[in-house]
């Protein structure tokens, strides 16, 4: 096994993933969020598919054994160990708008859409191709009820981590998330290793 590579906190990266291989995304010091896009490197308009994925899987809460699918309904990543076992595939990325509109903030963060638009670009991955994440050990309880839903912090605590393998080619983003609401308070890092 590799070492973990470091995401600091409010920033994120891409790379390439290639099919076989396993992507575990690490929360080192616990409650922090990390959103997780994927992009089919042939064809960048495969994308990660919160609809799709959340249709086939008949619930909102993925965990080991469940398959993320592309929005053509092709398996992108199957999620093979989960230390967690809440993760949420609801919310779209946190952004300038998000603070702005929710949080009232007059000079707002890029957040999480910011930081995965300027990875994705050397691969050409435009801001209008973003789709939600995936958003790794992120809380988001829902109320059958009423259908409405709160951000709570994170279940992950300091080391745990979620395992991916990838079913093709891939051009993967990961964050270390930049709203203080999902992330217990304060901002981490996130690790990640492939392997």
């Given at each position: 096994m590799g070492d973990p590579v470091t995401i600091p906190p409010r920033s994120g990266t891409a790379f390439t993933l290639d099919r076989g291989q396993t992507l575990t995304v690490i929360d080192p010091e616990g409650r922090q969020v990390s959103d997780l896009l994927a992009f089919a490197r042939d064809d960048l308009r495969e994308v990660i598919s919160s609809g799709r994925t959340l249709d086939y899987a008949n619930r909102i809460y993925l965990t080991t054994g469940d398959q993320l699918y592309s929005n053509r309904s092709n398996v992108m990543l199957d999620i093979i160990e989960d230390r967690v076992g809440r993760h949420d595939f609801l919310l779209t990325p946190c952004s300038?708008?998000?603070?702005?509109?929710?949080?009232?903030?007059?000079?707002?963060?890029?957040?999480?859409?910011?930081?995965?638009?300027?990875?994705?670009?050397?691969?050409?991955?435009?801001?209008?191709?973003?789709?939600?994440?995936?958003?790794?050990?992120?809380?988001?309880?829902?109320?059958?009820?009423?259908?409405?839903?709160?951000?709570?912090?994170?279940?992950?605590?300091?080391?745990?981590?979620?395992?991916?393998?990838a079913e093709m080619d891939l051009v993967m983003a990961l964050t270390a998330c930049s709203a203080l609401q999902s992330n217990g308070g304060s901002f981490k890092p996130i690790q990640y290793r492939i392997d």
């Open positions: 300038k708008d998000t603070f702005r509109i929710i949080y009232g903030d007059t000079d707002p963060h890029r957040g999480c859409f910011g930081n995965l638009a300027a990875a994705l670009e050397p691969y050409g991955v435009g801001p209008d191709a973003i789709p939600v994440a995936f958003n790794c050990f992120m809380n988001v309880p829902v109320d059958g009820a009423t259908g409405s839903f709160t951000v709570e912090p994170p279940l992950s605590k300091a080391g745990d981590f979620i395992t991916f393998r």
